[in-house]
């Protein structure tokens, strides 16, 4: 009811005050952002790894980067919408702080149009559990936000069927081998089985695919045959630039 009531309200705003660009506020339309930064958006090149959205070059061979070919994650199909650099971080971290109706119906969007190939089969949408403590303190989880509002625009139904079982150390920190010790057995499923034939984890980064990766093992424990990767952003190099919070 609650959240009945905070969408009439920024609705109702929306009517009576002017619609700002999420980038840099100018006054807009309702298609989120100013041409000027729409340009600047750091959209992900076309070609990228099919298993895990590191741009590849678009004269290979194989559909799979390197890294993928050698030690493959666990999920099979990842896709992300932009690059993380200064520009999409901002909007990362905004999430937390702005009106966040305007900005999850403009990032929805983003993945729907990024996540077509993956989206149109998927049966269920999985956000990325934080620990609770965690999502206490944040008062809600982004992972979460998105897929609803994905869950929106695609009739794809949203499934919590994960939950995180331990508080992890941030991954920001670690380093690749380390980011899969700290979140090894950190997800349990949320009901004892799920015979699903595809399965789609939603997170606002994709950075190393760690996180990811242990949860596409767990989804895939309990009986998912096979698991996507949808993502707002994802970190190319080493990913140690930008560190999420
Ligand atoms: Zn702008
Ligand atoms: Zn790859």
């Known amino acids: 009811m609650f959240d ?29 952002f100013c041409t000027e930064c729409w340009e600047r958006l750091p959209f992900l090149p076309e070609s990228t790894c099919t298993s895990c959205a590191t741009p590849i070059p678009e004269a290979t061979v194989h559909s799979l980067c390197a890294a993928c070919l050698i030690n493959p994650p666990n999920f099979d199909l990842a896709a992300s919408a932009l690059v993380y ?3 999409s971080r901002k909007l990362v971290l905004d ?44 008062q809600f989880n982004q992972s979460a936000l998105i ?43 949320t009901m004892p089985a799920l015979h699903l034939n595809h399965c789609t984890l939603i997170d606002d980064v994709l950075t190393t695919g760690a996180t990811l990766s242990e949860c596409a093992n767990t989804l895939k424990m309990l009986g998912v045959k096979k698991v996507s990767v949808l993502t707002l952003c994802r970190t190319i190099n080493s990913g140690k630039k930008y560190v999420r919070n």
């Open 147 to 189: 897929a609803q509002y994905l869950s929106k625009c695609t009739n794809v139904p949203v499934l919590q069927a994960l939950r995180r079982c331990r508080h992890t150390q941030s991954q920001g920190s670690l380093s690749s081998t380390s980011r899969q010790k700290n979140v090894q057995g950190a997800f349990k499923g």
């Open 95 to 138: 999430l937390k702080n702005h009106d966040k109706t305007f900005m999850l119906n403009v990032i929805a969007r983003l993945l729907l149009k990024a996540g077509q190939d993956i989206l149109a089969d998927t049966q269920a949408l999985v956000p990325v559990p934080l620990h609770w403590r965690k999502e206490w303190l944040r």
């Open 4 to 32: 009945i009531a905070k969408q009439f309200f920024s609705t109702f705003l929306h009517t009576v005050l002017p619609i700002r660009c999420l980038y840099c506020k100018a006054i807009i339309g309702d298609h989120g």
């Open 85 to 87: 650099d200064h520009f």
